[in-house]
């Protein structure tokens, strides 16, 4: 073998490489943000998509219902007798570049978020009130997070 087909062997499989790096796969439960040179660039959509390599980068982000356990806390309520609650949050993003780019940990935020209203909520009922009005705790919980999220 000659110096010369070592070389346009090497050639064919780096630019084989190189265009099996521009091809992506963009699941159906996924939306795909392209970044170029680190900066948002557009939002595709799922299916085959093809980026150019070295220069963009493709970040997915799932689109599916996710559930967040919030942890129990001790509440006090209005007549002064403490109750323990716990939560559990379920959340569908609609907007995968404020998901991505607006907070650092969209988890924890939603978890410290309905943990703070969550005790508020709690905090303005006395106990009997706390325990028989579920559907309105979960609606007005709803309502402030649904406020909050939608900026």
Known sequence: MTATMVVVIVVIVAVFFYFAAAIKIVRQYEKGLIERFGKYERTVDPGLRIIIPFIENLVRVDMREQ????????????????????????????????????????????????QTNLRNIVGDMDLDEALTSRERINAQLRDILDEATDV
């Open 67 to 114: 559930v967040v356990d919030v942890p129990p806390q001790e509440v006090i309520t209005e007549d002064n007798v403490v109750v323990t609650v716990d939560a559990v949050v379920y959340y569908q993003a609609t907007d995968p570049v404020k998901l991505k780019y607006n907070v650092a940990n969209f988890i924890l935020a939603a978890t410290k978020l309905a």
